[in-house]
């Protein structure tokens, strides 16, 4: 193990098992207006594809992911952890986590996690009163009691569960309830917050968020979260962003400064930079006809990443680039970014959200690495 020229320490592929098929209809998804045809992922494709995975780390985590990947029911797990321990190098870590809605959760499921280590994320709004005004089902009614059942199933027979909160214009306003409810339910939790291009569904439209009522509500979080100081109970990006301004090693890929932390790998083997670019014209390979080391070697990917590069170019021109990295791609779309990124909504955003967070951390004794006039 030690002799092999591994590509990354970690690596940590988002694997779409059924590509956006769901037994809900959030309003935010824009897999929610018409649900695509039913493809779950062939054995042939995983077997490619967790092969190619094991290949460029000593330490993969696998993602698994949908659409609802519970979709698929369990022997296509168990099927992940039989290729898993036929393929993997000696010495090689191997560990795997899967988000959920969380509604269809059994014994049988919480049991299979529990007993191959699986990690659960489960999606979970907030209080009930918020999480149903956009995690609804088929006939438009509340998730909120499904998944509690699923949380407390999962939790019965010992699964580790997490959970990830999507922020939404109807939720924005309320980080107090969020956090208490996250913290009395003794789940640490992701927070993610919804966005939306310009060809979008008017209702992921109408449920985005302005980047800097994202940076308002993240800080009012961060507030809440500093002053419990409780070290049990962790928010991701919170940690990520303390971490930044204290001139650590976040984790998220949107505080790195790179697109190839989380990878992901549609049902059918195709890959794309992450989940926020799923469409044709960025796919920058196929796992069937090439290495993960060739898929980021390739034409595509150079394309990919020069841009980047080059946005990052203008965004070192500003004093909070070593901590920001210059943010998501997804951010970055539109002219007006293009031609004055220091000006632009998400930048003003960024910048307000860590000089605020860091101001927060000074008063608390902490010494942020970045003195920023």
């Given at each position: 193990?030690?002799?092999?020229n591994?590509?990354?320490?970690?690596?940590?592929?988002?694997?779409?098992?059924?590509?956006?098929w769901?037994?809900?209809?959030?309003?935010?998804c824009?897999?929610?207006?018409?649900?695509?045809i039913?493809?779950?992922?062939?054995?042939q494709?995983?077997?490619?594809?967790?092969?190619?995975?094991?290949?460029?780390?000593?330490?993969?985590?696998?993602?698994?992911?949908g659409g609802?990947?519970?979709?698929?029911?369990?022997?296509?797990?168990?099927?992940?952890?039989?290729?898993?321990?036929?393929?993997?190098s000696?010495?090689?870590?191997?560990?795997?986590?899967?988000?959920?809605?969380?509604?269809?959760?059994?014994?049988?499921?919480?049991?299979?996690?529990?007993?191959?280590?699986?990690?659960?994320?489960?999606?979970?709004?907030?209080?009930?009163?918020?999480?149903?005004?956009?995690r609804?089902?088929?006939?438009?009614?509340?998730?909120?009691?499904?998944v509690?059942?699923?949380i407390?199933?999962?939790?019965?027979?010992?699964?580790?569960?997490?959970?990830?909160a999507?922020?939404?214009?109807?939720?924005?306003?309320?980080?107090?309830?969020?956090?208490?409810?996250?913290?009395?339910?003794?789940?640490?939790?992701?927070?993610?917050?919804?966005?939306?291009?310009?060809?979008?569904?008017?209702?992921?439209?109408?449920?985005?968020?302005?980047?800097?009522?994202?940076?308002?509500?993240?800080?009012?979080?961060l507030?809440?979260w500093l002053?419990?100081?409780?070290?049990?109970?962790?928010?991701?990006?919170?940690?990520?962003?303390?971490?930044?301004?204290?001139?650590?090693?976040?984790?998220?890929?949107?505080?790195?400064?790179?697109?190839?932390?989380?990878?992901?790998?549609?049902?059918?083997?195709?890959?794309?930079?992450?989940?926020?670019?799923?469409?044709?014209?960025y796919?920058l390979?196929?796992?069937?006809?090439?290495?993960?080391?060739?898929?980021?070697?390739?034409?595509?990917?150079?394309?990919?990443?020069?841009?980047?590069?080059?946005?990052?170019?203008?965004?070192?021109?500003?004093?909070?680039?070593?901590?920001?990295?210059?943010?998501?791609?997804?951010?970055?779309?539109?002219?007006?970014?293009?031609?004055?990124?220091?000006?632009?909504?998400f930048?003003?955003?960024?910048?307000?959200?860590?000089?605020?967070?860091?101001?927060?951390?000074?008063?608390?004794?902490?010494?942020?690495?970045?003195?920023?006039?």
């Amino acid at each position: 193990m030690a002799m092999r020229n591994w590509q990354f320490e970690v690596f940590n592929p988002v694997i779409k098992v059924v590509s956006g098929w769901c037994n809900l209809r959030c309003d935010y998804c824009f897999y929610a207006g018409s649900q695509p045809i039913v493809e779950t992922m062939s054995r042939q494709t995983l077997e490619a594809v967790m092969e190619r995975c094991l290949e460029v780390a000593p330490f993969v985590r696998f993602i698994w992911h949908g659409g609802e990947p519970t979709l698929t029911g369990v022997s296509f797990y168990e099927d992940v952890v039989s290729i898993g321990e036929a393929l993997y190098s000696p010495g090689q870590r191997i560990r795997h986590s899967i988000q959920t809605n969380g509604t269809l959760i059994t014994d049988e499921w919480a049991r299979f996690f529990k007993e191959n280590g699986f990690g659960v994320g489960v999606s979970i709004d907030g209080p009930e009163k918020l999480h149903n005004l956009v995690r609804v089902d088929t006939a438009g009614g509340g998730s909120f009691v499904r998944v509690i059942r699923g949380i407390n199933i999962l939790r019965s027979n010992g699964a580790k569960v997490s959970a990830i909160a999507v922020v939404n214009n109807l939720t924005v306003n309320y980080p107090d309830e969020i956090f208490w409810f996250m913290y009395n339910m003794r789940l640490n939790f992701s927070i993610n917050n919804c966005t939306a291009k310009p060809d979008d569904p008017f209702e992921v439209r109408n449920l985005a968020i302005s980047p800097m009522k994202y940076a308002q509500f993240l800080l009012a979080m961060l507030d809440l979260w500093l002053k419990l100081d409780d070290p049990s109970f962790m928010i991701r990006p919170l940690e990520d962003i303390v971490k930044a301004v204290l001139g650590k090693q976040p984790r998220l890929c949107k505080y790195l400064g790179n697109c190839t932390r989380f990878l992901t790998i549609g049902h059918n083997g195709k890959v794309y930079p992450c989940d926020n670019f799923l469409t044709d014209e960025y796919c920058l390979g196929d796992l069937h006809k090439m290495s993960i080391t060739d898929v980021l070697q390739g034409s595509q990917s150079k394309a990919y990443y020069s841009g980047r590069q080059k946005m990052q170019a203008k965004c070192k021109q500003c004093g909070w680039y070593l901590i920001c990295k210059g943010g998501c791609m997804r951010e970055w779309e539109g002219e007006t970014y293009i031609s004055n990124p220091v000006n632009h909504e998400f930048c003003q955003a960024r910048r307000y959200l860590f000089e605020n967070a860091s101001k927060i951390l000074s008063s608390l004794g902490y010494s942020t690495t970045v003195n920023v006039s």
